[in-house]
Structure formats: structure tokens, C-alpha cells
């Protein structure tokens, strides 16, 4: 339907995210809500409290109508 979803399972976790293949840092744009995508790379990083990230999920949009 064109839209991102994520879900983090650790209460306390923020989930960030780019939208343009850029790594993902505490001041990217905060997971609240589906993301409307069209296509492109979609990263996503959890950051606890202290501003420490996870790993980087990355995640490839084939063009969406």
C-alpha cells in the first residue's frame, strides 16, 4: 500500500529513519507513524536514551503507484 511500518519490541527505543540511503543518526527523522513511500532505500536505526544506535536495518522500495 505504500506505506513502512517497524516496530520496536525494547520500550524506551526511538526508531529513526532517512529516506535518502543516508545512515540514520539521533537527530534523523523520528518513527511515529507509516511512511509513505514511493520507492528508493529506506534506513531505520533504533536509538536508546543515551543517543547509543542498533544496527542499521536497510530496506530497498520498488517504485509504488
Known amino acids: 500500500n505504500g506505506q513502512l511500518q517497524?516496530?520496536?519490541l525494547y520500550p524506551g527505543l526511538q526508531v529513526r529513519y532517512t529516506?535518502?540511503?543516508s545512515e540514520?543518526?539521533?537527530s534523523?527523522?523520528?518513527?511515529?507513524?507509516?511512511v509513505k513511500v514511493t520507492?528508493?532505500?529506506?534506513?531505520l536505526k533504533a536509538f536508546n536514551s543515551?543517543?547509543?544506535?542498533s544496527a542499521t536495518v536497510e530496506v530497498a522500495v520498488?517504485?509504488?503507484q
Open 50 to 53: 543515551k543517543g547509543r544506535g
Open 39 to 43: 520507492g528508493g532505500t529506506i534506513k
Open 24 to 26: 540514520p543518526s539521533a
Open 6 to 8: 517497524a516496530r520496536v
Open 28 to 34: 534523523s527523522s523520528l518513527y511515529q507513524s507509516p
Open 19 to 21: 529516506t535518502n540511503g
Open 62 to 64: 520498488a517504485g509504488v
